[in-house]
Structure formats: C-alpha cells, structure tokens
C-alpha cells in the first residue's frame, strides 16, 4: 500500500515555472513507476510523464516534452515534477500516481488505468 501527497501548485503567470513534489509513504518506493497526469474538467485524465523505478528513465507526452522534467529522489521517497515556460493551458489539477506494472513497452504506462495509487491532486493555474 503507498499514499501519496502532492504539494507546490499554485498560481504562476505563463512563462513562469513551478515545482510540484509528490511524498510517498511506504519502504517500496523505489519500486514503483511514478507517473504524473493532469486533469480539467470535463475532460479525462491526461497523461504527462513518467519514471521508471528500474533506471529512472523518463518519458513525457509530446505537450510537455522539453518544458516538463521529472526526477526522484528514493532516498526521500519523493518524486518531482519540475514545470517550466508554462502556458496557459497546462492550468489543471496535477495528480501523481505509483504503479507496480512492470511494462514491456512505454505506452503502458501513458494509460491511467494502469496505475495502482494516485494522491489527491495539487491545482495549478497559470495565468496569461
């Protein structure tokens, strides 16, 4: 069982960055593939990058990719999502979520369904 605590949303003006932090409970962390998503409302969960446990390698989804950067910290049991030039239409609650799959192919980790654990969401609203 892992909990997960996201924290470091907030209001940023388009251009801006920001740092969000994903705590996890638990002494499995660094077992886990920590993948992170956004969601508006109205719309599904979109996917926005992950890390694998084995090597740390990551992957972001093509809105993202060069701005975004996540990163882990085990040690802490701690995973980053560092969001730089930010526009306007990445405003929308970010969640962080652990998954125990061990994939054969990236794209089985873009999809929501396959993670085990997500925490509560952090808002982030930027601003034009």
């Known amino acids: 069982q892992v909990q997960l605590v996201e924290s470091g949303g907030g209001l940023v003006q388009a251009g801006g960055s920001l740092r969000l932090s994903c705590a996890a409970s638990?002494?499995?962390?660094?077992?886990?593939?920590m993948g992170w998503f956004r969601q508006t409302p109205g719309k599904e969960r979109e996917f926005v990058g992950f890390?694998?446990?084995?090597?740390?390698?990551?992957y972001y989804a093509d809105s993202v990719a060069g701005r975004f950067t996540i990163s882990r910290d085990n040690a802490k049991n701690t995973v980053y999502l560092q969001m730089n030039s930010l526009k306007p239409e990445d405003t929308a609650v970010y969640y962080c979520?652990?998954?125990?799959?061990?994939?054969?192919?990236?794209?089985?980790?873009?999809?929501?369904?396959?993670?085990?654990?997500w925490g509560q969401g952090t808002q982030v609203t930027v601003s034009s």
């Open positions: 979520a652990a998954s125990t799959r061990r994939p054969t192919n990236t794209a089985t980790m873009t999809s929501a369904p396959n993670y085990d654990y």
């Open positions: 638990g002494r499995t962390f660094s077992s886990y593939n």
């Open positions: 890390i694998a446990w084995w090597s740390s390698s990551t």
